[in-house]
């Protein structure tokens, strides 16, 4: 496009901009939109340009038509989008579009009859900053090749996890506070590696995410994330294409590697090997590792000794089993979120019965919601459990009260009839309350009936027991550790 135009066409692409950032959302608007950046009109034709492979593709399908309509309505006579990966790899800050001098900088950047060679390249904000590159392009070094090679692997960041969005209560807090720090400074002594570990559900992926979009948010670090399953597939590969040396160059490149899922490894002896290896030369390097898994270090049974004494040698943390109090935090948060008024009896009910799994909590709610939405129904507790049938019914198959006795009398190395025999010496009252304490929390059985499969206990017996437990576990953590692993051997 000609010298004068490019003004015209400039201010018509800021506006698009801040078109698309008011409909998508701030959040949604930098995740994915604020990298890119106009390069060329071609006749009816406008190019713009992203700094990734995977950017390029999730923007083509999920705004494509939308940016292909804010064009057209802009009366420059661009009647399609063609977006494409940026050829050059320097990696240059976006202008601001809302600011003026964004305008003259973009129209600048425009340049007849083709791409602009000086359009500049936003930063990226996504897990990897590499850039991906054309065929026809010369090879460039091994740096090059091996952010390329990331950006075609490194998974993609979920734009809804990240610090903000994450509900912090006593059974995470911990863990929570060892994320922020490492996102904060990486690699600093005692936190590399992290090792983030719990329950399925309990919100170590969403922690993981957060780490990585709070690191690469500057642009200044290079964040490698994916599964462990994704790791071996790609160590596989490398391995059948003879290409091993590129892989090692790819991932030893990184400033922060991220493995979610770890126990995926056990079993896989040259995958080991070979993260083994990576880990030694970032960590060496002052790189950061973070790592999650289903159970800590120690644990995890079929990893190799030299593996498992490296992970736990920096900062371990545990995200326990969620307490009423959080669930509750976390639906109303949701609800928050979607600007939907949910009645607190629905909120406490859900609390109570998805008592496992926070992913499965939500999964709940959004449910209610949508059928709300679409039925034009409002929230109660009676349409709560109409909707929810399903899964209210398999959380009540999933754990019984016999199954509960029967694992805690073992534990504590009681008999079973112990559970509803009328003793009351301490050795055998205490499991009798944490078994009550269990029944209560993972069971939707009233408080009655909890006590009358306890030797036709009273409910107010119950009621004490579940608090003395509870007042125990804030108080005594090799004891709340102990409740802790009989449920999480319960849940399983």
């Known amino acids: 496009m000609a010298g004068p135009a490019s003004g015209h066409v400039a201010e018509a692409w800021a506006r698009i901009r801040g078109r698309l950032r008011e409909e998508v959302g701030e959040v949604e608007y930098r995740s994915w939109l604020r990298q890119m950046t106009l390069a060329a009109i071609e006749g009816e034709e406008a190019v713009i340009l992203l700094p990734t492979r995977f950017l390029r593709d999730w923007v083509r399908s999920h705004y494509g038509d939308r940016l292909r309509s804010l064009w057209s309505g802009e009366s420059l006579g661009v009647r399609r989008v063609d977006i494409r990966v940026a050829p050059d790899s320097r990696p240059v800050e976006a202008p601001d579009e809302a600011a003026p001098g964004s305008v003259t900088s973009v129209a600048g950047g425009l340049a007849e009859g083709g791409?602009?060679?000086?359009?500049?390249?936003?930063?990226?904000?996504?897990?990897?900053?590499?850039?991906?590159?054309?065929?026809?392009?010369?090879?460039?070094?091994?740096?090059?090749?091996?952010?390329?090679?990331?950006?075609?692997?490194?998974?993609?960041?979920?734009?809804?996890?990240?610090?903000?969005?994450?509900v912090v209560g006593k059974p995470n807090?911990?863990?929570?506070?060892?994320?922020?720090?490492?996102?904060?400074?990486?690699?600093?002594?005692?936190?590399?590696?992290?090792?983030?570990?719990?329950?399925?559900?309990?919100?170590?992926?969403?922690?993981?995410?957060?780490?990585?979009?709070?690191?690469?948010?500057?642009?200044?670090?290079?964040?490698?994330?994916?599964?462990?399953?994704?790791?071996?597939?790609?160590?596989?590969?490398?391995?059948?294409?003879?290409?091993?040396?590129?892989f090692k160059e790819s991932l030893r490149s990184v400033d922060v590697l991220m493995i979610d899922d770890l126990q995926f490894l056990i079993g896989k002896d040259?995958?080991?090997?070979?993260?083994?290896?990576?880990?030694?030369?970032?960590?060496?390097?002052?790189?950061?590792?973070?790592?999650?898994?289903?159970?800590?270090?120690?644990?995890?049974?079929?990893?190799?000794?030299?593996?498992?004494?490296?992970?736990?040698?920096?900062?371990?943390?545990?995200?326990?089993?969620?307490?009423?109090?959080?669930?509750?935090?976390?639906?109303?948060?949701?609800?928050?979120s979607a600007e939907v008024e949910v009645p607190a009896k629905v909120l406490e009910f859900l609390a109570h019965k998805i008592t496992s799994n926070v992913r499965e909590l939500e999964g709940a709610l959004n449910r209610l919601i949508a059928h709300a939405n679409l039925f034009g129904r409002p929230i109660t507790l009676e349409s709560a459990q109409e909707v929810l049938h399903d899964i209210l019914r398999a959380h009540d198959r999933r754990v019984t009260i016999e199954e509960i006795q029967r694992k805690v009398a073992e534990h504590y190395n009681i008999r079973l009839t112990d559970m509803s025999s009328a003793r009351r010496a301490r050795n055998v009252a205490r499991p009798r309350q944490v078994a009550m304490y269990l029944a209560k929390q993972l069971t939707s059985r009233s408080l009655p009936e909890i006590g009358r499969r306890f030797g036709n206990r009273d409910h107010t017996t119950v009621m004490h027991a579940v608090s003395r437990v509870a007042e125990l576990m804030q108080a005594d953590s090799t004891f709340a550790e102990d409740v802790e692993l009989l449920r999480r051997m319960l849940e399983n």
């Open 115 to 166: 791409l602009a060679g000086a359009a500049p390249a936003p930063r990226a904000t996504q897990a990897t900053l590499a850039l991906a590159e054309p065929a026809s392009s010369p090879p460039r070094g091994a740096e090059q090749r091996s952010a390329e090679s990331r950006s075609d692997w490194a998974a993609p960041l979920d734009p809804r996890f990240t610090f903000d969005s994450f």
């Open 270 to 336: 040259n995958t080991q090997e070979e993260f083994f290896h990576t880990f030694n030369a970032l960590v060496d390097a002052g790189k950061q590792i973070v790592v999650s898994a289903d159970k800590s270090p120690s644990d995890l049974s079929g990893l190799e000794d030299r593996l498992r004494t490296r992970l736990g040698c920096g900062m371990v943390a545990d995200i326990h089993a969620t307490t009423y109090e959080l669930r509750i935090s976390i639906l109303q948060a949701k609800a928050q």
């Open 173 to 246: 807090e911990f863990a929570h506070a060892c994320a922020r720090r490492v996102a904060e400074k990486p690699a600093s002594p005692g936190f590399n590696p992290l090792f983030l570990y719990g329950g399925v559900g309990l919100g170590k992926t969403h922690l993981m995410h957060s780490i990585a979009w709070a690191i690469s948010f500057g642009g200044q670090r290079n964040v490698a994330y994916m599964s462990a399953e994704k790791f071996m597939y790609r160590f596989i590969a490398a391995l059948r294409s003879q290409s091993t040396m590129e």
